[in-house]
C-alpha cells in the first residue's frame, strides 16, 4: 500500500406578457429552478454520504458489531463446525476489536547481547521471553523498560543447550522458565536469571511439542506430533518422568515430515491443541481433559474439497482458522497462496474472513494474524527496520489519520535509528 460542477440549460421566456411580467415571471421560474437543482444536490450528497458510510462500515470493519455478520458455523453435540461456504465477506478489523485497554510497546535493550531476532515471544507480569533459534539463544526482558536480564540457556549440543525452541513458558510466581526445544526428550529449567536447573525427563521423544507445567504439582502436559509409531499424542507426567495419563494418537498419526506443525492454547488449566498436516486431511482443535482422560473435540471446519492448507487456533472470545491453496513449487516441495483468515464467535457462531489492522498505529496491516491471536495475550515481535518502513507507509498513504496519529506515528518512526533492537506490542486479550 503506498506509503488517493452542474451546468444549467439556459432559460427561455416565451410568455406574451407585458415585460414587466416578463421579467417577474422569468425571475420566478429561475428562482425556482435553482432551488430544484439545489434539492437535487443535498439529496446527491445525502446518497453518497450514505454509500461512503456503507461502505466504510462494510470495508474497515471498526463500526460493524459482531450481532451484525453471519451465522457460519453450528454446534454439534459441543463441536463446533464452520461451514466454509459461508465466509463470503472480508471486512477489516481493528485490533481494538480483539484486545482489552491500549497497546503498549517496549523499546528492547540495544546493546549487543541483548539483541535478538523476529522470533515469538510470550510474557508474564515482568518479563518478556524472546524464543531462542541458531544462532541466538532465549533472552528475558523486563516487560516494563525492556532491559536486558539474561540469556536462557545457549545455543549448542551439550547440557542445558539447544538448537532452536519450540514453545516456552515462564512461571514468574516460582522463578522458573522451561524450554522445549526441537526432538528433543526433555524440557529445559532455569532459574529467572539464566542459571540452569535439573530438566524435567520426558515418557516419549518430541519432535515438535506443546507443554504447560505446573510447578507445585511437579507435572507436566505435553503434545506432540504423533509420528510414525508414537505412543501417545498428548499426556500427563510427572517431574520425574513416571507417566499419569495419555492419549494414544490413532488416527491423529503423521507421516514424519517437520512440514508439519502444533498449535497449543494453554490457559489455566485448559489444554488445547492443533496439529496441522502438511497431507490435507479433516484436522480438530481438541482439548485433552487430563482428569478424565479423553479428547474432547472443539472446532473443525467443513470442507467441499480437502485442497487447502489450514490452521485452527483460539483465544477465550473466538476460534480463528486459517486457509490457503497448495502450490506445487519443486518436485517435492510445496507452498501456500491466497491465505485468508476469519474468525468466529465462540458464543454466537458469526464470523467472517478478516484483515487485521493494528489501528494503534494508523491501521498498519498485521500479517498471518492466526499465529499472534492464539493465546491470552498479544505480543508482536518488530524489527525496528521493518517497523520504520511501516510507519513510513503508513504517513504517506494518504489515509484520513487523525493529527494526534500522524504526531504519533512520525514521533515514533523519528525515534528509530539503525542500531536499535526489536520492538515488543502487548496486551492482554478480552474475556
Given amino acids: ?58 470495508q474497515t470493519g471498526s463500526p460493524r458489531k459482531i450481532g451484525d455478520l453471519p451465522t457460519v458455523a453450528t454446534n454439534v453435540n459441543g463441536l463446533i463446525v464452520c461451514d466454509k461456504s459461508l465466509l463470503n465477506e472480508t471486512i477489516t478489523i481493528p485490533l481494538s476489536f480483539f484486545i482489552e485497554g491500549e497497546l503498549q510497546i517496549v523499546k528492547l535493550d540495544d546493546s549487543d547481547e541483548a539483541l535478538v531476532k523476529n522470533n515469538a515471544a510470550i510474557i508474564s507480569d515482568n518479563y518478556i521471553l524472546i524464543q531462542g533459534e541458531m544462532p541466538t539463544p532465549c533472552k528475558l526482558f523486563d516487560k516494563n523498560t525492556g532491559t536486558f536480564i539474561s540469556n536462557i540457556g545457549s545455543i549448542g549440543q551439550g547440557p542445558n543447550e539447544y538448537r532452536a525452541i519450540y514453545d516456552q513458558q515462564i512461571d514468574e510466581l516460582n522463578n522458573r522458565i522451561y524450554l522445549l526445544p526441537w526432538n528433543e526428550n526433555k524440557i529445559l529449567v532455569y532459574d529467572l536469571k539464566g542459571k540452569a536447573l535439573e530438566p524435567i525427563p520426558l515418557c516419549h521423544s518430541v519432535p515438535k511439542g506443546g507443554f504447560n507445567v505446573d510447578t507445585k504439582a511437579e507435572t507436566v502436559t505435553v503434545a506432540t506430533l504423533p509420528f510414525g509409531n508414537a505412543q501417545a499424542v498428548v499426556w500427563k507426567q510427572s517431574f520425574n518422568g513416571t507417566m499419569l495419563n495419555y492419549i494414544h494418537p490413532e488416527h491423529l498419526v503423521l507421516q514424519p515430515d517437520f512440514s508439519n506443525e502444533l498449535i497449543v492454547y494453554k490457559e489455566d488449566d485448559i489444554f488445547d491443541f492443533f496439529i496441522f498436516s502438511i497431507a490435507s486431511r479433516a484436522d480438530t482443535l481438541y482439548r485433552y481433559d487430563c482428569t478424565a482422560n479423553k479428547l474432547i473435540p472443539l472446532f473443525t471446519c467443513h470442507f467441499e474439497e480437502l485442497k487447502s492448507f489450514h490452521f485452527f487456533a483460539e483465544s477465550s472470545k473466538f476460534y480463528f482458522g486459517d486457509i490457503s491453496e497448495h502450490k506445487q513449487v519443486g518436485p517435492n516441495m510445496t507452498s501456500s497462496q491466497n491465505r485468508r483468515t476469519y474468525f468466529i464467535d465462540k458464543q454466537t457462531l458469526k464470523g467472517t474472513y478478516f484483515i487485521l489492522e493494528n489501528d494503534f498505529l494508523g491501521g498498519i496491516e498485521i500479517e498471518k494474524p492466526i499465529f499472534v491471536l492464539n493465546g491470552e495475550n498479544f505480543v508482536y515481535n518488530a524489527d525496528p527496520g521493518d517497523l520504520r518502513d511501516n510507519l513510513e507507509k503508513q504517513l504517506n498513504s494518504g489515509k484520513n489519520l487523525t493529527p494526534e496519529m500522524r504526531k504519533k506515528l512520525t514521533k515514533l518512526k523519528d525515534s528509530i535509528t539503525d542500531n536499535d533492537n526489536n520492538y515488543i506490542f502487548y496486551a492482554k486479550y478480552k474475556k
Fill in 1 to 58: 500500500m503506498k506509503k488517493r460542477s452542474l451546468k444549467q440549460n439556459p432559460l427561455k421566456a416565451t410568455f406574451s406578457l407585458s415585460q414587466k411580467s416578463q421579467d417577474v415571471a422569468c425571475f420566478g421560474y429561475v428562482l425556482a429552478r435553482k432551488r430544484l437543482n439545489f434539492i437535487r444536490i443535498v439529496i446527491v450528497s445525502l446518497l453518497m454520504l450514505y454509500v461512503s458510510i456503507f461502505t466504510d462500515c462494510s
